[in-house]
């Protein structure tokens, strides 16, 4: 069978990728230019700015995915692109260059949701991993526990009510004054903490999340304490805790479906305390898989990935297609 080539472009945020992946699974390529030491100065992503710098990267990025895989145009079976959820001004820029692009080299195209392309990324990583399975899936804009019934069918089972789990962290690392992006920084502050201060844990009936409350909650602890606050300590205590409100909904969510297979995705999948957790689930006759690190947060090799998925099932996508800021799964 011929292989199926395709393009992945992701600008949904901070990060302007181009890659080349092979039949959804071997990465030719993946090239990621990262925006976080120009949003560093203000804290977190400036939208505007992101839009900017996408428009001025994104046309090195595609030469130098193309140089690195070593093809040609010709090579490309689709293009695929970035379409939501994310921020509408840097998703536009990924769009229309998409569908410039596929329009240039008279290639289809396809708009690929961004969630899908998180959880393929493990596709890519474990070359066995086949669905239906549960995922876990936390990003700095969603956090949810997916049913993957294949590899174009989502079934969301809970959701956070509020903030997404990466919000938290980021939130977190700059009340206490670590800076953008938060996740790496409470992370490397975490390993030599202990979780002795008591944060408080959200529980619903379904398997939906919240995290605002102990984010308000690691706020005032470093506003109004009387006692200084060792760092450390908070920052183990936060990923403790925010932890055990994720193993808690797993556990339920396992009970419920009967999975065999746990899949975590998104940029707090690299979390050392989150990941080590949840490799506790692997034992009677259930396997957890993770993204390689490199993976887990903005690529376009998992767009390329999930658009491969798509596109083998005959989806495709017209001139007309639009970023849509909030866009779901399925
Ligand atoms: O998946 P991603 O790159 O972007 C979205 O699609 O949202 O996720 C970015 C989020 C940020 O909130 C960042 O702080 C968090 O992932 N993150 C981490 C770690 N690495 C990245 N959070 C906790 N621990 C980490 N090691």
Redesign the pocket.
């Known amino acids: 069978m011929k292989d199926i080539i395709t393009l992945g472009i992701e600008t949904?945020?901070d990060?302007t990728s181009v890659a080349i992946v092979k039949n959804g699974r071997d990465v030719l390529s993946n090239i990621i230019n990262t925006q976080i030491p120009i949003h560093e100065l203000f804290g977190g992503v400036v939208p505007e700015i992101a839009s900017r710098n996408h428009v001025e990267a994104i046309s090195t990025v595609t030469k130098e995915a193309f140089k690195q895989a070593n093809i040609g145009y010709e090579d490309i079976t689709a293009v695929t692109c970035t379409y939501g959820p994310?921020l509408v001004g840097a998703l536009l820029v990924g769009v229309s260059y998409a569908k410039g692009f596929s329009y240039a080299i008279n290639k289809p195209l396809l708009g690929v949701n961004?969630i899908e392309g998180?959880i393929a990324a493990n596709y890519i990583t474990h070359k066995d991993l086949e669905p239906p399975f549960l995922c876990l899936m936390?990003?700095?804009?969603?956090t949810q526990i997916v049913h993957v019934k294949s590899y174009t069918k989502f079934e969301v089972l809970g959701k956070t009510r509020d903030d997404?789990?990466?919000?938290a962290?980021?939130k977190v690392?700059r009340v206490i004054g670590l800076g953008y992006?938060?996740?790496?920084k409470?992370?490397k502050m975490a390993v030599n903490g202990k979780p002795i201060y008591k944060l408080p844990k959200t529980h619903f009936e379904n398997l939906d999340f919240s995290f605002s409350g102990i984010k308000t909650a690691v706020i005032n602890l470093n506003h109004n304490s009387k006692e200084e606050i060792n760092k450390e300590n908070l920052c183990a205590s936060f990923e403790y805790t925010i932890t055990e409100v994720l193993r808690e909904n797993m556990e339920k969510a396992i009970k419920q479906t009967g999975a065999k297979k746990i899949v975590l995705a998104?940029?707090?999948s690299?979390?050392?305390f989150?990941r080590k957790a949840m490799q506790e689930f692997d034992k009677d006759g259930i396997k957890v898989y993770m993204p390689d690190l490199k993976l887990?947060?903005?690529n376009a090799a998992m767009i390329a990935s999930a658009g491969y998925y798509n596109f083998i099932e005959g989806k495709r996508s017209d001139l007309y297609l639009n970023a849509i800021p909030n866009l779901k799964l399925n």
């Open positions: 949904s945020c990060e994310g961004h998180h936390m990003s700095g804009g969603n997404a789990i990466g919000e962290f980021d690392a992006p938060g996740g790496p409470v992370d998104g940029g707090v690299a979390n050392s989150i887990c947060t903005d």
